[in-house]
């Protein structure tokens, strides 16, 4: 939807601000973004105030899977950002002293002449395990940017362009005691509702989630203020006691229960296109989606949440 994620330019052109991606912002957010003049998605309108409020700072602290170009003319500086958790990567190529980005590795390959100058390890890699581990590609040079990390390209009038990037998050443990458990809990319940209600905002259009018999996907399910708005659906191959148990978590929510029957090859139909548009940094055994994309758009379904990425905290 161009109104929410289209790129934004300032009425005076000295900002330029592009997303790839979503971030994701509570409803007086986006009601701030909607107050700023100009023409543009209201998500980048979000991220130009906030630039100007705290610099760097403002889009470093923003959640979602992203990257933001963002050029300050007055300060000759373009600025790529990169989410925290590497969900949405952005690639470099040095091509002979030429640097190049982009948010797909292929069409970087494309313009720079590097489409046959192959990674031999990343094809074995992908053979052995259906997937590349980043910051590799298929193509010798290029490769993505780190996660949580800011790249400032800078443009001064009478010297050459520099290039620098940086991290701006890391995760630093901090065990608590015991007694703490409970506290610490009742935190996450609700930083995770928090999360779930942004993500579901009436605003972002109808929202569907992919439900199984898990914790993971019947936590996010449980978790979203207005389940009345939400459907749900389970991809199956039989209906065994995991698709029987999804089905009644659904029932017991008071949410709509799609059924999704994955044919044979399911996986196998629908390889090659995840591979080309994920540029092989997603396994294709989790290529769960795919192939149903006709009959979710078919529902009117425009915003779509997974449990997935919870098993890093649940498991």
Not at 94 to 105: F, N, R, T, V
Not at 129 to 144: C, D, E, M, Q, V
Not at 168 to 187: G, M, N, R, S
Not at 282 to 293: D, E, K, T
Request: hydrophobic share 40%; net charge neutral.
């Amino acid at each position: 939807d161009p109104q929410l994620w289209a790129p934004f330019v300032s009425p005076d052109n000295s900002l330029l601000v592009a997303l790839c991606g979503r971030v994701a912002l509570d409803q007086k957010q986006w009601h701030s973004a909607s107050q700023i003049a100009g023409h543009g998605g209201l998500a980048c309108k979000f991220i130009s105030r906030a630039y100007f409020a705290s610099g760097l700072a403002g889009l470093e602290t923003l959640s979602g899977n992203f990257v933001i170009a963002l050029f300050d003319r007055s300060a000759r500086k373009l600025f790529l950002v990169t989410d925290r958790w590497g969900l949405l990567p952005a690639f470099r190529c040095d091509a002979g002293g030429h640097l190049l980005y982009g948010s797909h590795p292929d069409a970087i390959a494309d313009f720079a002449g590097e489409s046959r100058n192959w990674d031999l390890t990343s094809f074995a890699e992908f053979i052995l395990t259906g997937k590349l581990s980043a910051p590799f590609t298929y193509y010798r040079r290029i490769n993505a940017l780190p996660h949580a990390s800011t790249t400032t390209l800078a443009f001064p009038e009478n010297a050459p362009a520099t290039e620098q990037t940086r991290s701006y998050f890391q995760f630093q443990p901090q065990p608590q005691p015991a007694d703490k458990i409970d506290e610490l809990a009742e935190q996450f319940a609700a930083a995770f509702r928090q999360a779930v209600a942004k993500r579901t905002l009436p605003l972002l259009g109808k929202s569907a989630i992919a439900l199984s018999g898990g914790l993971d996907s019947r936590t996010v399910l449980c978790a979203a203020p207005d389940r009345q708005a939400i459907i749900t659906f389970s991809c199956y191959d039989q209906e065994n006691l995991e698709f029987r148990i999804a089905r009644s978590i659904a029932q017991a929510a008071g949410v709509k229960f799609i059924p999704l029957k994955r044919p044979f090859d399911y996986y196998g139909d629908h390889a090659a296109l995840g591979v080309r548009i994920s540029a092989g940094m997603g396994c294709i055994a989790s290529n769960h989606f795919l192939g149903f994309r006709t009959q979710l758009r078919d529902l009117g379904v425009q915003n779509l949440l997974t449990g997935c990425y919870c098993d890093y905290l649940f498991k």
